[in-house]
């Protein structure tokens, strides 16, 4: 009850196309679902986050489209730019609990 | 800028070394967390601190030990390192539970 399942584990995009990162949970006591970007040789950078009582969420290229009843959400890259190249994790969590993260997906983008 | 920094990028430890990791917050958080990455696992917590001489059981605490003596530090101790503990740790703090994290750059322990 306490996962996050992500898919897919990796991703190869062209340059221009839309990227989509999804994630599922069981527990439907989390209230807060935050995207994480990691580039290499870094540690993971909150990239946007949303609150269920809202379907989607859009901060630039980046949007988070969120499904309540199937208990998912998913992460949009628009206009995928080889500088997204990257590995996104999607994360949960209830109330002040700690943050549940997913298991990750590569990105990578080509020109 | 606000920081996490950990003191060292890369580690090789021989097997049955006791080991420090630390790391050190300069943004007067409350919470501290340390987080092992390793490929098509994510991030998995080991422990956890809301508070100065506070510390939790994350979800694989077995085989190490934290300390908090002091608000800005939160060191990771492995008590004799093996080699199923090579991994990239990171540290990470937040400010409460209201706040996102903020993570350091990793350390990318080998023990040989």
């Known amino acids: 009850q306490q996962q996050v399942k992500q898919s897919p584990q990796s991703l190869i995009v062209q340059k221009g196309g839309i990227s989509i990162i999804n994630c599922a949970y069981e527990?439907?006591?989390?209230?807060?679902f935050p995207w994480y970007q990691q580039f290499p040789g870094k540690g993971p950078a909150l990239l946007i986050a949303?609150?269920?009582?809202?379907s989607e969420k859009k901060e630039g290229r980046f949007t988070i489209s969120f499904n309540k009843s199937a208990k998912q959400f998913s992460l949009h890259i628009m206009d995928s730019q080889p500088g997204d190249s990257a590995t996104y994790f999607c994360?949960?969590?209830?109330?002040?609990?700690?943050?549940?993260f997913g298991t990750g997906t590569r990105l990578q983008v080509f020109p | 800028d606000v920081k996490v920094t950990q003191s060292s990028r890369y580690l090789v430890k021989r097997t049955g070394e006791k080991v420090f990791l630390e790391c050190v917050q300069d943004?007067?958080?409350?919470?501290m967390f340390w987080y092992r990455q390793d490929p098509g696992l994510g991030l998995r917590l080991i422990y956890f601190?809301?508070?100065?001489?506070?510390?939790e059981k994350g979800d694989i605490p077995e085989g190490y030990s934290v300390s908090r003596e002091k608000k800005e530090r939160f060191s990771l101790i492995l008590e004799s390192a093996s080699t199923n503990q090579t991994s990239m740790y990171l540290c990470?703090?937040?400010?409460?539970?209201?706040?996102?994290?903020?993570f350091g750059s990793g350390t990318r322990l080998t023990v040989v």
């Open positions: 943004m007067d958080h409350e919470n």
């Open positions: 994360a949960a969590r209830r109330g002040t609990d700690k943050l549940i």
């Open positions: 949303i609150r269920p009582d809202v």
């Open positions: 601190s809301y508070d100065v001489k506070m510390k």
């Open positions: 527990n439907t006591a989390f209230d807060y």
């Open positions: 990470a703090s937040r400010m409460t539970a209201n706040y996102g994290y903020t």
